[in-house]
T-cell receptor, first 107, second 113 residues
Framework: KNEVEQSPQNLTAQEGEFITINCSYS?????LHWLQQHPGGGIVSLFM???GKKKHGRLIATINIQEKHSSLHITASHPRDSAVYIC?????????FGTGTRLQVFP | KAGVTQTPRYLIKTRGQQVTLSCSPI?????VSWYQQTPGQGLQFLFE???????NKGNFPGRFSGRQFSNSRSEMNVSTLELGDSALYLC????????????FGPGTRLTVL
């Protein structure tokens, strides 16, 4: 079993829909990252959080430390949101990655 | 502030050769971490350097090595290349490699023929 599990693996949506991507982990962590990777490989760090909730534009990330679970929400999705979203947990000075969720948003 | 830069961006090698990849962190960042991304295994941690010392290491064979210079620039070396080493190699820098955020470079795509 992977230490970091993401669901769903693939997600398609129509423009404007509300998107939720989930991440569960089984190890102790000091922080959790949500990353976005566009075709071509570049990775952008969206959020780093260790408790509660963070919001940036149309993106919202939440974490429940007791349940070892985090969610990334995208409101009013847009085709430019199409990318792979990766959850990563910071564990003993290294990052452990989930397998990613491939999101495609159609106009 | 300039971002993390990696050179080269693309590389093609043949089995048995060796390769050196370079990563220049954001100015002031002392921690550099290296990751391998393949379609089958996803992103995996290779190692982390902090102040010229390897501080953490993932589960990769000894063919994978690295170093960090006094200006925090880091190099990663893979010797005796295998077909399975074909991957995107990403480096990320941070101030101290702890809970502060990491900033990723664009990656080097290595193809081993």
């Amino acid at each position: 079993k992977n230490e970091v599990e993401q669901s769903p693996q693939n997600l398609t949506a129509q423009e404007g829909e509300f998107i939720t991507i989930n991440c569960s982990y089984s190890v102790g962590i000091s922080a959790l990252h949500w990353l976005q990777q566009h075709p071509g490989g570049g990775i952008v760090s969206l959020f780093m959080l260790s408790s509660g909730k963070k919001k940036h534009g149309r993106l919202i990330a939440t974490i429940n430390i007791q349940e070892k679970h985090s969610s990334l929400h995208i409101t009013a999705s847009h085709p430019r949101d199409s990318a792979v979203y990766i959850c990563a947990v910071h564990n003993t000075d290294k990052l452990i990655f989930g397998t990613g969720t491939r999101l495609q948003v159609f106009p | 502030k300039a971002g993390v830069t990696q050179t080269p961006r693309y590389l093609i090698k043949t089995r048995g050769q060796q390769v050196t990849l370079s990563c220049s962190p954001i100015s002031g960042h002392r921690s550099v971490s290296w990751y391998q991304q393949t379609p089958g295994q996803g992103l995996q941690f290779l190692f982390e350097y902090f102040s010229e010392t390897q501080r953490n290491k993932g589960n990769f064979p000894g063919r994978f090595s690295g170093r960090q210079f006094s200006n925090s620039r880091s190099e990663m070396n893979v010797s005796t290349l295998e077909l399975g080493d074909s991957a995107l190699y990403l480096c990320a820098s941070s101030l101290d490699g702890q809970t502060l955020g990491q900033f990723f470079g664009p990656g080097t795509r290595l193809t081993v023929l």
